[in-house]
């Protein structure tokens, strides 16, 4: 299995945050990621094909948001939340609060 590549989080800039952040499918990921320390990508791949999951798990990966570490035959991934708030504060905070404003928001 192959490793996969993290940069360091002074390589990483806001506008790729942002840009991340910026696809639903991507922003959904994120949200379960929010709520559990960590997932494999059957589990966040909402039934979407392997190559589509591939893509959004890489563009998180470069973008500094994901941690992807290999279990076995599965990946496993985590939000780099420690390492994201030492870089940009209060980022993950205010994404958390607006994740789950528009999900109250879609309930209602």
Aim: charged share 25%; hydrophobic share 45%.
């Amino acid at each position: 299995m192959r490793v996969m590549k993290h940069p360091a989080m002074h390589e990483i800039s806001i506008e790729q945050v942002f840009y991340a952040l910026s696809d639903p499918v991507r922003l959904e990921i994120v949200q379960k990621l929010c709520r559990t320390e960590e997932a494999s990508c059957n589990a966040l791949d909402g039934g979407r094909p392997k190559s589509s999951v591939s893509h959004h798990f890489r563009v998180l990966r470069e973008a500094g948001l994901v941690w992807t570490r290999n279990e076995g035959v599965s990946h496993m991934n985590a939000l780099r939340r420690r390492e994201l708030d030492e870089r940009f504060p209060g980022l993950l905070t205010v994404v958390e609060a607006a994740i789950f404003a528009r999900a109250g928001a879609n309930a209602a």
